[in-house]
Structures are given as C-alpha cells and as structure tokens.
C-alpha cells in the first residue's frame, strides 16, 4: 500500500482544515487506517484511527473536535479537524496496519504516507 497525504495549511485557532490520503494498492479495505503527528521537538503520537469494520478512537486532546473516516470505494482516509488549537501544530502523517493488528498501536503500522503540515497561529 502506498500512501499520499494532502490537505495540510495554515489556519487560525478556531479554524478548520481537512486532511486526506489517498492509497493505492489492493484489499484497501482490509486495512486499519491511522492519522498521526509529530509536532518539533516531540515524538509522533495517533490521534484518530479507523478500523477495517469501520470503529473510530481518537486521542484524548482532539476528542470532540477531529472525525476520521474512511471510504473504501475511493481507497481514501480524511481526518475533519475543527476548533484548531496552537498545539495542534505538527506533521501529520496517514498510515495503515494489516486488520489483524491492534489499531491504536504505532508499532502496528507498516505503511506511511509522507507528511503534511498542519500550523496554527494568530
């Protein structure tokens, strides 16, 4: 599976953007699909994942505020991200893990998408 991310910017708190990766490859479907980021100076950390049936978690800090989806008849993953904080900042990455891998696992990711980036300020 290959994995291309886009949709990252600049945007103010409180602003939106929406991310998405586009994967090309077979049995897209079957995959765990993952949004992560890396803000400088700090470790890459999930924020939302999606499951190969279609169950969601997100992190703790965009609870509420980012939706992961997927669709499988476009072979796309899109993260919505509203009411953007600064400490959203960061480069977000998309990846996939085999269905059979736990979801919210780094480790269980094997395929990765180039980053885009995400900035928030005033």
């Known amino acids: 599976v290959q994995l291309q991310a886009s949709g990252g910017g600049s945007v103010q708190p409180g602003g939106s953007l929406r991310l998405s990766c586009g994967a090309s490859?077979?049995?897209?479907?079957?995959?765990?699909l993952g949004w992560f980021r890396q803000a400088p100076g700090k470790e890459r950390e999930i924020v939302a994942a999606?499951?190969?049936?279609?169950?969601?978690r997100n992190a703790e800090s965009v609870k509420g505020r980012f939706t992961i989806s997927r669709d499988n008849a476009e072979n796309t993953v899109s993260l919505q991200m509203n009411s953007l904080k600064l400490e959203d900042t960061a480069v977000y990455y998309c990846?996939?893990?085999?269905?059979?891998?736990?979801?919210?696992?780094?480790?269980?990711?094997?395929?990765w998408g180039q980053g885009t980036l995400v900035t928030v300020s005033s």
């Open positions: 990846a996939a893990a085999s269905q059979y891998k736990p979801m919210w696992r780094q480790r269980s990711y094997d395929y």
């Open positions: 490859g077979r049995a897209f479907s079957t995959y765990n």
């Open positions: 999606i499951s190969w049936g279609d169950s969601t």
